[in-house]
C-alpha cells in the first residue's frame, strides 16, 4: 500500500507552491482589487495570508478569465473558444498527484474539484463565484462545494506522477477580502 501519494500545486516545473502560499486573484496589478461582477485581470503568487508579498513577479503562468463556459480571455486578450489545442500546455498551473518515494505505479479514478470557505466543505466559499477548467477541454466549470464537485480527467496509465493543468477566474459579487480553500481529492488503484 503506498502511503506516500500526495498533492502537489506548481506554477511552472521549478516554482512548487507550498503550505501557506496562495493562489491570488487582482486587478490589472498586483494588489488590485477586482470590480463587484468582474473578472480577474491579473493572476500571481502570493507569499502568504499574513505576508502580503507577490512570489515570482514575473507571473509565470497565463491569466484565465472567464468569458462563457467555452470562452476565455487569455492575459487580457480578445476572448478565445476553450479547446484540445488552445490554450496550450505548460501555461497554467499544475496539479500534480504524486508518489514521493517514486516507487508505486497507480492510476486515477477520479479526481473531484470543489472550492469552500470555512469549516464545511460542503457549503461553497460565499460571496465570490469561482471557475475552473482543465487545459485540453472545452468547457468551464463552476466550483461549488464538496457536494457538488468537478472532475478532472481520469488517468487509467499507471503511474508515480500524473499531471493536470487548470486554469482558474473568480468574480466578486460583494465587496470583501476573500480566502477560499479549492481542495482536491482523488481515487486512487
Known amino acids: 500500500m503506498a502511503v506516500n501519494i500526495g498533492w502537489v500545486w506548481k506554477a511552472t516545473d521549478?516554482?512548487?507552491?507550498?503550505t501557506g502560499n496562495l493562489i491570488g486573484f487582482y486587478g490589472i496589478n498586483y494588489g488590485d482589487p477586482?470590480?463587484?461582477g468582474e473578472f480577474n485581470k491579473s493572476t500571481r503568487i502570493r507569499k502568504s495570508v499574513n505576508e502580503d508579498v507577490e512570489i515570482g513577479s514575473t507571473t509565470p503562468f497565463y491569466n484565465y478569465a472567464y468569458i462563457s463556459?467555452?470562452?476565455a480571455s487569455i492575459n487580457g486578450m480578445t476572448p478565445t473558444r476553450l479547446s484540445s489545442s488552445n490554450p496550450q500546455a505548460g501555461h497554467s498551473l499544475m496539479v500534480q498527484l504524486i508518489d514521493t518515494g517514486n516507487m508505486w505505479a497507480f492510476k486515477v479514478l477520479q479526481v473531484r474539484v470543489f472550492a469552500f470557505s470555512g469549516s464545511d466543505m460542503t457549503v461553497?466559499?460565499?460571496?465570490?463565484?469561482?471557475?475552473m477548467f482543465e487545459v485540453g477541454q472545452n468547457t468551464w466549470h463552476r466550483l461549488y462545494g464538496s457536494s457538488n464537485p468537478s472532475y478532472l480527467t481520469t488517468r487509467m496509465t499507471p503511474g508515480t506522477r500524473h499531471v493536470w493543468e487548470i486554469g482558474l477566474s473568480i468574480r466578486p459579487l460583494q465587496v470583501?477580502?476573500?480566502?477560499?480553500?479549492?481542495?482536491?481529492?482523488?481515487?486512487?488503484q
Open 176 to 188: 470583501v477580502d476573500k480566502t477560499c480553500t479549492i481542495r482536491l481529492e482523488a481515487d486512487i
Open 14 to 18: 521549478t516554482l512548487t507552491l507550498t
Open 124 to 131: 461553497p466559499a460565499a460571496g465570490v463565484e469561482i471557475y
Open 34 to 36: 477586482i470590480k463587484i
Open 69 to 71: 463556459d467555452q470562452e
